[in-house]
């Protein structure tokens, strides 16, 4: 059920999101200005290297960094502020309107309490539900995800569950309360190729059976190319490339999307036996966002025009597509 780009409605807008990090060696930005969107019903995806800002814009959406974060811009869901807005009304939005499923469930799980009280509490919590009213919802939710045996297993603890059936506990908390927005960071990290096909089977399905909207985070191209209507591309803490999927793939115009696909197995790019190729380079450790395209250290396109001023965010040829990049790749070039 992919969303018609150029009918959607935004639910969430997220505009000029910075976030900032006081440390003992002074302050680090690790958001820049970002800006995107999610339409109901929608599947982004956030795509970029390990420390390029996804996982802390993400987070900062409903307020679970650290005190030392220091965020500024807007993020409106439904039309309603999340950026300053108290900790008592961020708490009725976390896990009700916005619910996160993380990359690690053995650690976001309680190892003494079973599956089944765990996903009771939230229901609990939220929708006031008795204690017998939550275990009976949680056996539901475990037959959602496509767990066998679910009145059985709501008892079990999770270390006596696999891996990826821990994953689907932690995606039936998360929908536990049918959220306006799921957040889904990284949620096939470590796990085989069957089992991640499996988890994301799971997400379009409750896309298309609860009209979730889903902001997905991966640095997994496949996952991307697989799951996703549009993608946003950052680089350092910014946006450098928006795009409907199969516009994006097709036609990269950011150096630094164009370096990833060419480092991916990806199918109509590469050959059986032509060899895949590296960015060169590291991404920077940032003290500050200086005024210039971050990427131009590690770009074949760079010149004095990169290193003097960073680019804006522009449309380039379809409806959608917007890269932030003085020198866009060509079509030839790719």
């Known amino acids: 059920m992919a969303v018609d780009v150029a009918a959607r409605t935004a639910i969430l807008e997220v505009a000029d999101l910075s976030v900032s990090f006081v440390t003992e060696g002074g302050k680090v930005s690790a958001v820049d200005h970002v800006s995107l969107d999610l339409a109901a019903g929608e599947i982004v995806g956030v795509v970029g290297e390990s420390g390029c800002g996804k996982s802390v814009t993400a987070m900062s959406l409903a307020g679970l960094l650290p005190r030392s974060a220091r965020v500024s811009g807007s993020a409106r869901l439904r039309g309603t502020e999340l950026i300053g807005a108290p900790e008592s009304a961020l708490r009725r939005v976390r896990g009700k309107e916005i619910a996160y499923i993380f990359q690690e469930p053995m650690t976001s799980l309680n190892p003494v309490l079973t599956v089944g009280r765990q996903i009771g509490e939230v229901l609990q919590v939220h929708e006031r539900l008795s204690r017998k009213q939550a275990r009976e919802r949680a056996v539901e939710l475990l037959s959602l995800v496509g767990i066998p045996s679910a009145a059985r297993r709501v008892d079990n603890y999770p270390h006596q569950l696999s891996g990826g059936m821990r994953q689907r506990v932690m995606i039936a908390m998360a929908v536990a309360c049918n959220p306006t927005v799921l957040v889904a960071d990284e ?107 971050t990427f131009a250290d590690r770009c074949p396109a760079a010149d004095e025009k990169c290193r003097g001023a960073a680019p804006p965010l522009a449309a380039v040829r379809a409806p959608g597509h917007l890269v932030a990049c003085w020198h866009p790749v060509a079509e030839a070039a790719r």
Do not use: K, W
């Not at 640095?219 to 950052?234: F, S």
């Open 187 to 293: 949620p096939t990290t470590a796990l085989d190729v069957t089992v991640q096909a499996g988890i994301l089977e799971v997400l379009r399905d409750l896309r298309d059976r609860l009209g979730t909207s889903i902001l997905i985070i991966t640095h997994d191209l496949g996952v991307i190319a697989d799951i996703a209507d549009r993608v946003v591309v950052m680089y350092a803490g910014r946006v450098v490339e928006r795009a409907p999927v199969t516009e994006l793939f097709a036609h990269p115009h950011h150096h630094y999307t164009n370096g990833l696909l060419n480092a991916s197995p990806t199918p109509g790019r590469h050959a059986g036996t032509e060899r895949l190729q590296e960015i060169p380079g590291l991404v920077p450790v940032l003290a500050s966002q200086p005024d210039a395209c």
